[in-house]
């Protein structure tokens, strides 16, 4: 049982997953929200019968897999579709974080959390350490329309979706600036590991 857990989150290409694969190869297990939350919408589970019956059958595919692309025009723009979409998936999601992170074996456990600072603080509050990847607004859009190809229209309403870069920037133990080449987050990780392996000899 990993006992002591740590969060990491950040706005949309901010650089969360090269931070937490930092973490992996300094032999940290890394849980992902999102993949959980890709196992939880899979046919036949009871999340995707209740997103169908929220949203209508022009969510799901013609083989009845989650169309994401629709699902996420559905809510980008629509803060109350948002919520609901958010009030079916994330207590699930946090849930079977929570039960992963008791079975993890090492010293401590990443929890890689996209939306935490839109999540109320007591939903997390057997979290230890929060970890925030910072990125300036400009590297942010750039990196969202060079990377992903998006119109950059579309990638301002995505990151305006989201929580504010001060919401986030509130609830950080650590701050990772990621403004500068992904090989410094390599550095960074090397010294929060070394910090998190003592705190969790503390406990």
């Known amino acids: 049982m990993s006992g ?52 209508g059958a022009d969510v799901l595919d013609a083989h009845g897999r ?14 109350h579709a948002r919520r609901r979409l958010e009030a079916i998936l994330h207590p699930r999601v946090r849930e ?8 993890e074996a090492f010293a401590y456990c990443i929890l890689a959390i996209p939306l935490l600072a839109e999540s109320p603080v007591e939903h997390y509050a057997w979290v230890d350490r929060t970890v925030v990847v910072d990125v300036h607004p400009d590297t942010q859009l750039d990196r969202l329309v060079r990377r992903d190809g998006m119109a950059e229209e579309a990638a301002r309403r ?24 992904v090989e410094a987050l390599a550095i960074i990780a090397a010294r929060l590991h070394a910090r998190f392996l003592y705190a969790a000899t503390q406990r």
């Open 96 to 103: 079977v974080l929570r039960a992963r992170s008791r079975l």
């Open 158 to 181: 995505l990151i305006a979706a989201q929580a504010q870069r001060a919401a986030r920037l509130r609830i950080a133990d650590h701050v990772v600036i990621n403004d500068g080449p």
């Open 4 to 55: 002591y857990v740590v969060a990491v989150t950040g706005g949309v290409a901010s650089g969360k997953t090269a931070l937490t694969r930092c973490f992996e190869t300094l032999g940290a297990p890394v849980i992902d929200a999102d993949l959980i939350t890709r196992e939880l919408v899979e046919p036949g589970q009871p999340a995707l019968a209740e997103i169908r019956a929220a949203f």
């Open 66 to 79: 989650l169309n994401r692309p629709a699902l996420r025009q559905r809510i980008v723009d629509d803060a």
